[in-house]
Structure formats: C-alpha cells, structure tokens
C-alpha cells in the first residue's frame, strides 16, 4: 500500500466536511489574516468571500442562504463560533480551527490554502501564501507539510507524482478520500488544457493559415472544374 493510500484511510476517520463547508471555513481564516480590522466577518462579508472569482479554485456562486445554512451546521460542530459584538446589530462569525486542531498560523496558512486552491506543490503553496504566512524557503513549507501529515488522524495527504511532473503535491483531507479524488481529476484536467497565452496564440495563427491553405486550394479545385463548361 503507498504512502498516499495508507494516509488517505486514516483521514476517512474526520468528521469529514462537504465542499462548501470547507470554503467557509477556509474564507475565515484567509480574512482573518488578510483584513483583520475586518474580522470576525459578517454574513454578507463571508458570502463574498466564498464566491470571490481570484484564489479560489474551484470557483463558487453561493447565496447568502446557503452560507447561512453552511455556517449553522459548522457552529453545531464547533468549527465556528458566533461573535455578537456590543452595540452591533449584525451577527459575525470567526473560525476555531486554530483551536481545534492545534495549528500554530504557518501551518494554518498550509491548510487553508489547500482548502483554497485545491491540490498543490510546496512551491505553489509558498508563492500563494505570502499575506497569510510569509514562508522563508520552500523547506519550511515541506516541514508545516510533514506535520500536518503526521497529524492523527491526519489533515493533509501527500499525492504521487503526476505523469510527466517533478514535484510531489499536496491535499487536504477533510472532505475524506472520493474529495481528494476529485481534486485531482480537476487538477489533471486544467494541467492539461492550460497553455501559455503565447502558445495559445501561435497555436490559433497555424490554425488560420491552415484554413487559408485549405481555401485556396478548394478555390483552384473549384476553377478547375469550372472550366469544364465553359
């Protein structure tokens, strides 16, 4: 059995959390470092947050009832608590993942942004988490990696390499086996058609002078034939 299967097992041993689930959470602990004046986030503020078109793979249109209904079911569980803030008439929400799993913020920085993106490389997760958590060098990456893997049970899996690919990638696991799967299916699926703008480009000018070539030659065919009854 690889390291990947073992790791995925234990992890079916969560409180697993569905899709929208995790977004929530992970818009709370990504505002909570990105705009802290403005946090804990309110109902409208977190549903923004959820169907924000940059950093967020996959991209998401929720209604602001069915953010509530997420959030509900997550304070029911304890991963999130309602702050009611003197004098304020909106009620606000703040995550308890830092608590709950006893994550120090570099490691929490790992997590969400993996709940964020889905599937990716250490090197990736660096360079998409600097306004989180500013990581020195792409080892202390691997090392918040390695202890989020050895979690019991664990929140994060290391994935075998994909055909053709260097480095190793990295999922969480709190949406359990069948959602880690799926997130790399959609990473396979956008690593393949993904291409330079550049490419794309020179790509689409072969492809009209191909036409072109195809045109006139259908042209003279057609000439050629029509001079059979003149």
Known sequence: MSDTESTLITGTEHDLLDPFEVRVLAVLAEKEALTPD???????????????????DPV????????????????????????????????KYEHRMRMKWVLEQDKLAILTILMLRGVQTAGE??????????????????????????????????????????????????????????????TSF???VEMPHQDRVTQLEDEVAKLRAEVERLSAQFEEFMKQFE
């Open 38 to 56: 403005n946090y804990p986030l309110s109902l409208n503020a977190l549903t923004n947050g959820c169907n924000q078109l940059s950093s967020r």
């Open 190 to 192: 956008s690593s393949a």
């Open 60 to 91: 998401m249109s929720l209604s602001e009832s069915t953010v509530q209904d997420v959030v509900q079911r997550l304070i029911q569980r304890r991963y999130v608590s309602e702050v009611r803030q003197a004098g304020a008439r909106v009620i």
């Open 125 to 186: 997760i660096r360079a998409r988490s600097g306004r989180i958590h500013e990581f020195a060098t792409v080892a202390d990456v691997e090392q918040g990696l390695q202890f989020l893997i050895d979690k019991y049970p664990p929140l994060v899996a290391r994935l075998a390499r994909a055909p053709g690919t260097k480095e190793v990638r990295y999922a969480h696991l709190l949406g359990g086996e069948g959602a880690v799967e799926r997130q790399e299916s959609a």
